[in-house]
């Protein structure tokens, strides 16, 4: 038997696929461009659009273009395009031969849409067990529900598509939309349709008992019947199968007895969806096959780029699914699942279970570490169970539900989320503060918000990040079926993160424990203000006040702010594990310290009673530059009238004739007059004339003091040893002494050294201080006028 003749392959593919690959390695590598194009690239003005070139350009430019556009100015590592496997190259390559098969003559185009359209759409209903589906693929991944609800209004009212919207004046519609569904879903779907708000119905989580992000069924049964006594028709019910926050689903299987009992249509989304593909999954995610529609988005489930949603349903009426938009006669429209198709393809089914495998067992294992770190609470798919009096719905509703939170304990969701907690022993209940102190509810959100933060910082692979939920309050999310076959997570970053998060909490601990600790202290300083801001994760917010209270509104103001900046500037400068801040960049409070994270060995007094000392240095400080202009004009008077004084003396002393120039030196020459000069200093402190005496005597200790052979202080600091650190309390406290001593010496010897340096700025005399004794006779021939040289020098 002769075999078929093997097809080339056409040659323009081949040339398109090898451009296109070419392409996304120059885009993704950035080495595209020279050294002196880069430098150009930064001397120009990218940002403003020019002119089209009447000539076109090359391949090779228009790349370099779309190439410096995506990296822009910044050339650093961790900036760099995220990488794309090669079911992602496959995905852009959908896009382009989209393009090209676009041209095909018509009736060779319509085979091969529907060809790939029918394929995609039975590998997709085949891989996630839903039977006898079609397909919706699309963009915005609201869009299908949208197209979706569309069909159950022409479904539900037979003359929408003549009559429009006045056949809905006598019936209003109804949406059901669980409260845990993404923000939003239920207006826009309003916005898109012309309903008003009244047509949304949010449906509350449950209130009894379960799940706290689970859609109360006896309450969604209860407000059916009410909308049906008073006219309404409920259309349409959006459950999750993995809520947004915290992955949890819905009780499928009674919603969709609901459903069929009350003639609506039933659509679930959500993350848990892609479990659907494993061999074992839960119950209450295989409920979800027997709904009317379904979401489904591949694209960050297995990593791929740019392709679209799916919307998967059943309905037996091709004409209504063609007045929805859920199907459509032009070919081109049918390319959207080109992208989707050539990947699937690639994969393969054993390469689409593996990635939603690999992401569930990272779950486990993250899941698995979190039970065994105190201090750390997950979020389960069912909260602690609480059986209240029944009300509100029938007997076999509540013992339905009861049975239904049994067994969905024991499963898993793919999507982990934790906590940090002070209590970690109490049950989850909705809006229980953890109570030690007012406002720790708020305080262990803000700290949750860090811990989330640092984790995404430091550990990026694991795509962890932070979410906010009605009850729990701030958490931690890991959701390894959005991220990690785009990050490429593995086993390795989940014990990297578990490290990481072991390393953090005791750091959280102790942030907690001392915050009381450094308020109490900070009250107990006159010239210290403590913030309350609950939203700052760590120690404590505080504000230096300047103790003069003579002061008008505006220049204390001003005080405060140019003191507080200085003494921001000399904690940074200090030798601690603490971070002192102005903090966030959006905060209300202003001329303030922020204190960030705490640890073990902290010594809260001395922390703060360093930040007091260090603020009435700087005040003090600030008080002598302020009167100095009055104590130097002093100053210079009590001069003058010093040295006119010192003249009169002298003039006494050595008599008339020796003032005479001639006379006096021939005087002098025979009769030397032994005058002791005084030398004198101008004391900005005091304000006053004092003697050099004290200060040769001082300087001349100080050199001595400052010579090799003599230490400079009888205390020394060791090697890595910290501020703020309590003795025996840590490695690095070793010192004998308190810090805070070392910090004020060498803080007020800066300050002594610098107001020497002003004070012993000599006032000049009319002889030098120190004259030997064999030259003093021939300087004593002062000519006439000379005595006055000085009190001009001085103005």
């Known amino acids: 038997m002769d075999k078929p003749p093997v097809k080339m392959m056409d040659p323009t593919l081949a040339e398109m696929g090898n451009h296109l690959s070419g392409a996304m390695n120059i885009l993704e590598s950035g080495k595209l461009e020279s050294e002196q194009g880069k430098e ?71 085979k091969l849409t529907t060809r790939i359209l029918s394929d995609t759409t039975l590998w997709l209903c085949r891989l996630f067990r839903y039977e006898n589906g079609s397909a919706y693929y699309h963009e915005d991944d609201r869009e299908g529900l949208l197209k979706v609800c569309r069909l159950v209004i022409n479904a539900h009212y037979e003359e929408y598509a003549t009559e429009g919207f006045t056949v809905l004046s006598s019936k209003h519609p109804v949406i059901y939309q669980s ?29 009894m008992f379960g799940s706290l992000h689970q859609m109360d069924v006896a309450l969604l049964d209860k407000l059916i019947k009410d909308d049906r006594e008073s006219g309404k028709v409920p259309l349409l019910l959006i459950a999750n199968a993995g809520t947004p926050g915290a992955g949890h689903t819905d009780k499928l299987s009674r919603l969709k007895e609901l459903c069929v009992q009350y003639n609506m249509w039933l659509h679930v989304e959500g993350v848990n969806l892609a479990t659907l593909a494993l061999g074992q999954i839960s119950s209450t995610v295989t409920a979800a096959t027997k709904c009317d529609s379904m979401t489904l988005t591949p694209g960050p489930w297995l990593g ?3 392709v679209p949603a799916v919307t998967l349903y059943r309905h037996e009426d091709p004409a209504l699914s063609l007045t929805a938009g859920l199907t459509s006669s032009q070919p081109v429209e049918k390319l959207r699942a080109l992208p989707l198709w050539l990947s699937l393809q690639y994969l393969g089914h054993d390469g689409i279970v593996e990635r939603i495998k690999h992401a569930s067992q990272l779950s486990q294992q993250l899941l698995e570490h979190l039970k065994t770190l105190a201090s750390i609470k997950t979020s389960d798919v069912v909260s602690h169970s609480r059986v209240p009096p029944i009300s509100g719905g029938s007997l076999r509703d509540v013992l339905g539900s009861l049975i239904l939170s049994i067994v969905e304990d024991e499963l898993n969701s793919p999507v982990v989320v934790f906590r940090f907690s002070q209590d970690n022993s109490a049950p989850s209940s909705g809006g229980s503060v953890e109570g030690y102190f007012a406002g720790e509810r708020d305080i262990i959100d803000a700290l949750n918000r860090w811990l989330g933060e640092q984790l995404a910082q430091q550990v990026p692979l694991s795509g962890v990040d932070v979410v906010e939920l009605e009850d729990e309050g701030t958490c931690v999310r890991f959701s390894p079926l959005m991220t990690a076959a785009a990050l490429g997570t593995q086993e390795n970053d989940v014990a990297a993160l578990v490290e990481k998060l072991g390393e953090m909490i005791p ?58 900046s200085e003494l921001l500037n000399k904690l940074m400068e200090l030798d601690t594990d603490l971070e002192f801040s102005c903090g966030p960049e959006f905060c209300e409070e202003t001329n303030c310290i922020f204190i960030g994270m705490a640890t073990e060995d902290l010594d809260v007094a001395e922390l703060v009673e360093t930040i007091g000392s260090v603020g ?71 304000g006053c004339l004092d003697s050099t005496e004290p200060v040769y005597s001082i300087k001349a200790q100080m050199n001595t003091e400052a010579s090799p052979d003599s230490p400079k202080s009888s205390t020394k600091r060791f090697p890595g040893q910290k501020l703020f650190r309590r ?58 006028g000379q005595e006055t040289e000085s009190v001009d020098n001085l103005r």
């Open 304 to 306: 791929l780029p740019a």
């Open 727 to 784: 003795h025996g309390a840590g490695s690095d406290s070793i010192s004998d002494t308190s810090s805070i001593s070392h910090l004020e010496e060498s803080f007020r010897e800066t300050a002594q050294v610098q107001v020497t340096d002003v004070e012993e700025a000599e006032v000049p005399q009319e002889n030098p201080a120190h004259i030997p004794e064999d030259t003093a006779s021939s300087d004593q021939r002062v000519p006439e």
């Open 616 to 686: 009435r240095d700087i005040e003090e400080s600030g008080k002598l530059l302020e009167n100095m202009t009055e104590v130097v004009r002093r100053g210079i008077q009590e001069a003058e009238l010093q040295l006119q004084k010192a003249n009169e003396e002298k003039l006494i002393e050595e008599g008339v004739l020796r003032q005479i120039p001639l006379v006096g030196s021939v005087l002098n020459w025979f009769s030397p007059v032994q005058a002791s000069v005084k030398g004198r200093t101008f004391n900005l402190a005091e």
């Open 507 to 564: 750091v959280l601990c102790c942030t907690l424990r001392f915050r009381q600790d450094f308020k109490d202290e900070v009250l107990q300083q006159a010239s210290l203000s403590y913030i309350e801001d609950l939203s700052w994760p760590g120690l404590g917010v505080v504000r230096y006040e300047p103790r003069n209270t003579d002061l008008d509104e505006d220049k204390r103001q001003q005080s405060v702010e140019k003191i507080n």
């Open 40 to 110: 150009r690239r930064k001397l120009s003005w990218k940002d403003i659009p020019g002119p089209l070139q009447g000539d076109g350009q090359d391949v090779v430019s228009i790349l370099q273009l779309v190439q410096n556009l995506m990296h822009g100015d910044d050339d650093q590592q961790g900036h760099r395009m995220q990488y794309v496997g090669e079911q992602g190259h496959m995905a852009l390559l959908g896009h382009s031969l989209a393009a090209y098969i676009s041209v095909l003559e018509r009736e060779r185009l319509r």
């Open 179 to 207: 409260a845990a569904c993404r923000p939003g879903l239920g207006q826009h779907l309003c916005s898109q349709l012309g309903l008003p708000l009244s047509s949304l119905c949010i449906v509350p989580c449950n209130t």
